[in-house]
């Protein structure tokens, strides 16, 4: 299974990105997909996931009410939408993918999975 991440760039605070997850390798529907991200000198910390379904998602409590996870089963692809981005939003943005899986994991080794990451960067 191999996953392509693209979105990211230079945006200005209050502006927005549109994250996406390509999946190939195997049959995208049964694969849960998590959002994470990793800033300079920090760990890596769960952003978004959903389950294969669609039916459960979760946000970490930093994002809710801003980011919205969502996929497209026919383009094999998981979206995050990001609004109102704010410098502590810069980082960069990895997502990784799990067979099945009800409920989308917050932790990274919850992730079978992973792609090469995309930067994204916030000016104030």
């Known amino acids: 299974v191999q996953l392509q991440a693209s979105g990211g760039g230079l945006v200005q605070t209050g502006h927005f990105l549109r994250l996406s997850c390509v999946v190939s390798?195997?049959?995208?529907?049964?694969?849960?997909v998590g959002w994470f991200r990793q800033a300079p000198g920090k760990e890596r910390e769960f952003v978004a996931g959903?389950?294969?379904?669609?039916?459960?998602?979760r946000y970490a409590d930093s994002v809710k009410g801003r980011f919205i996870i969502s996929r497209d089963n026919a383009e094999n692809t998981v979206y995050l939408q990001m609004n109102s981005l704010t410098p502590e939003d810069t980082a960069l943005y990895y997502c990784g993918a799990v067979y099945g899986n009800e409920v989308p994991q917050t932790i990274s080794r919850g992730y079978w999975y992973w792609g090469q990451g995309t930067l994204v960067t916030v000016s104030s």
């Open positions: 959903i389950n294969w379904s669609g039916a459960n998602i």
């Open positions: 390798g195997d049959t995208f529907k049964w694969y849960t």
